[in-house]
């Protein structure tokens, strides 16, 4: 089946430290790959995307790349800001999965200034 | 305006109560889900739409019920609440899957089974 790995949080860093959230998938098929962020009260919200091996997605100086060889999507950030402080999810969408995603557990992250 | 909503907001009921939880799209999107968060268990799907009148189970469906008579709305029914289904619930749309599946997701309804 399709599941996706994150790395365990709570995650906490002084603010213009460097972020790195790690993500693995395993998918029957070629997954299109997806961050989500979750601020505090709010729902999800798409971050950066990816669809194809290689392709990188970026928004607000967020970055991760699609690694078909080590399966892996990995969010980084070179500088946090006490406002990045949220969850973050790693999610995978298929053709052929009508539609629904799945999801990592979510990896919180608490920036300090 | 555009987007997706959810009502109420919060909700407090009782144990054996009939509650809905409402969910409306602006984007005439195919695809629309619902998604309980609970500590420690992440996002859980409960139920999802392909289009107007295709439902299918999720997850964790037992005790929901849901409907889709419209491409816009996606109510979701707690027949009888119990105290396990105290949790965030989410709705989500979708244009369509693969490349086009990244997720729209409502504010949440915080409910509380007394």
């Known amino acids: 089946g399709n599941s996706v790995t994150q790395m365990e949080g709570p995650v906490t860093l002084s603010e213009e430290a460097f972020l790195t959230i790690n993500c693995t998938y395993t998918?029957?098929?070629?997954?299109?790959l997806f961050w989500y962020v979750q601020y505090p009260g709010e729902g999800l919200q798409l971050l950066l995307k990816?669809?194809?091996?290689?392709d990188k997605g970026s928004n607000k100086g967020f970055e991760a790349t699609y690694r078909k060889e080590t399966t892996s999507f990995h969010l980084e950030k070179g500088s946090v800001q006490v406002s990045d402080s949220a969850v973050y999810f790693c999610?995978?969408?298929?053709?052929?999965?009508?539609?629904?995603?799945?999801f990592g557990d979510g990896t919180t992250l608490t920036v300090k200034p | 305006d555009a987007g997706i909503t959810q009502s109420p907001r919060y909700k407090i009921t009782e144990t054996g109560r009939q509650v809905t939880l409402m969910c409306h799209q602006t984007?005439?999107?195919?695809?629309m889900f619902w998604y309980r968060q609970d500590l420690g268990h992440g996002l859980r799907l409960i139920y999802y739409?392909?289009?107007?009148?295709?439902?299918d189970k999720g997850e964790v469906p037992d005790g929901y019920v849901v409907s889709r008579s419209k491409t816009e709305n996606f109510p979701l029914t707690l027949e009888s609440a119990t105290r396990s289904q105290t949790s965030v619930y989410f709705c989500?749309?979708?244009?369509?899957?693969?490349?086009?599946?990244?997720?729209?997701f409502g504010n949440g309804t915080r409910l509380t089974v007394t």
């Open positions: 990816a669809t194809k091996a290689d």
């Open positions: 989500a749309s979708s244009a369509g899957t693969g490349e086009n599946s990244p997720l729209h």
């Open positions: 739409s392909a289009a107007a009148d295709i439902t």
């Open positions: 999610a995978l969408g298929l053709n052929t999965n009508a539609g629904k995603s799945t």
């Open positions: 984007w005439s999107h195919s695809y």
């Open positions: 998918a029957t098929g070629y997954p299109s």
